[in-house]
């Protein structure tokens, strides 16, 4: 038998230099490529009640996996101290992931804390939050409640079976979707529905979902399966094109594209010719988009991650345990982003793992987000 090794907390991270002089943050951060700071995707969990195929096999994530102490998690005033900084820096969304991040208790709290911020322009944040739906309909009013402004729900197939296999726990189509109507009618909205799409597995749902969603205030987002961490068995043939994606969509529900909303939007935006709504397309293997990619990623730990793909963070725990201040904080995090050089999916070739260094493998994705 191969020995699998997978990375899921990087335990090669060291805590980020501090500048010698610190520049107070203008909201205007660019990093190597002129790329501005825009999003922040906040791990807050390790943990997930799925075990899809394409993130957190079975085979790997199996009754005995270690998961992170509660110790090492970062506490919510934590969180809020260090987004505090990447708002000054520019960042005007925050998105919540994890693993699951209704799974992590009293998450109300940390919404409304987040709630209180304020962009550099005095306005509230975009608050969004992914979710696998399992837990969203019990969950939906209080989060409402709390301060949250939209959620983002994973679906990949219509089909119970089909659904059943890529969950691989046994959750039904129908609870789901029961979420979705209950996020929608407390106001968590515009809600957005992701499928990834893996070819051989659940390609034949791509029309029976986008008809579902068609006519519908929800948009449907087709997602590539990409080469995230080591769990996966990623390969470029289970890669169905987003192009071929929109292709088969087109050919029964014509479709135009659309404007994105802003730079650095991970989907393609395509309505339908009839009025019915919209769908988006993220294209990270076929149509890479790392010239605007304006997005940083803090992991459940407290490290920095630059790119999806990386393979080794910047430890901001440490800085915090270690009583630094605000200041030293925000100088480390503008450091940072201005020696940001990604472009990883650019750079991609078939044989992927070419893309690491020699002994290197990328962090999970249930570790960082997506």
């Not at 029976?208 to 399966?225: C, D, N, Q, S, W």
């Not at 991650?305 to 430890?315: E, Q």
Request: proline share 4%.
């Amino acid at each position: 038998m191969t020995e699998k090794i997978i990375i899921l907390s990087d335990g090669r991270s060291r805590p980020p230099l501090i500048p010698a002089t610190l520049v107070p943050a203008t909201g205007e951060l660019r990093d190597g490529l002129a790329r501005p700071l825009h999003d922040l995707r906040i791990s807050i969990t390790d943990r997930c009640n799925f075990r899809c195929v394409y993130c957190m096999p079975k085979d790997v994530f199996d009754k005995d996996y270690q998961y992170l102490p509660h110790s090492s998690l970062l506490t919510f005033e934590e969180i809020t101290r260090i987004a505090r900084q990447f708002v000054a820096h520019g960042v005007e969304k925050i998105r919540l992931t994890g693993g699951e991040p209704l799974l992590r208790k009293n998450i109300e709290k940390l919404i409304a804390m987040l709630a209180e911020l304020r962009t550099v322009h005095g306005k509230p944040l975009d608050l969004t939050l992914t979710t696998n739906g399992s837990l969203l309909a019990r969950k939906a009013q209080s989060l409402k409640d709390a301060g949250l402004n939209r959620v983002t729900v994973s679906l990949d197939a219509m089909d119970d079976a089909t659904f059943r296999a890529m969950n691989d726990v046994d959750f039904a189509v129908a609870d789901v979707l029961h979420g979705i109507d209950t996020a929608h009618a407390v106001g968590l909205g515009p809600i957005k529905v992701n499928m990834v799409v893996k070819a051989g597995t659940n390609e034949q749902e791509i029309l029976p979902m986008a008809r579902h969603f068609k006519g519908t205030p929800h948009i449907l987002r087709f997602i590539e399966f990409m080469d995230v961490g080591a769990s996966n068995g990623w390969n470029m043939q289970d890669v169905i094109p987003s192009a071929e994606i929109v292709r088969r969509i087109g050919a029964e529900l014509p479709l135009v594209p659309v404007d994105p909303n802003y730079t650095g939007e991970t989907a393609a935006r395509w309505r339908y010719v009839d009025g019915g709504g919209e769908i988006g397309a993220i294209s990270s293997v076929t149509q890479a988009f790392c010239k605007d990619c304006s997005r940083a990623r803090l992991s459940t730990e407290g490290k920095l991650y630059t790119c999806l793909f990386a393979t080794r963070g910047h430890d901001l725990r440490a800085l915090l345990r270690a009583g630094h201040n605000d200041a030293e904080l925000s100088g480390a995090i503008a450091a940072i982003w201005q020696g940001r050089s990604d472009r990883y999916s650019e750079l991609r070739t078939v044989n992927t793992d070419g893309l690491a260094r020699a002994g290197e493998r990328r962090v999970e994705m249930s570790y960082i987000g997506g």
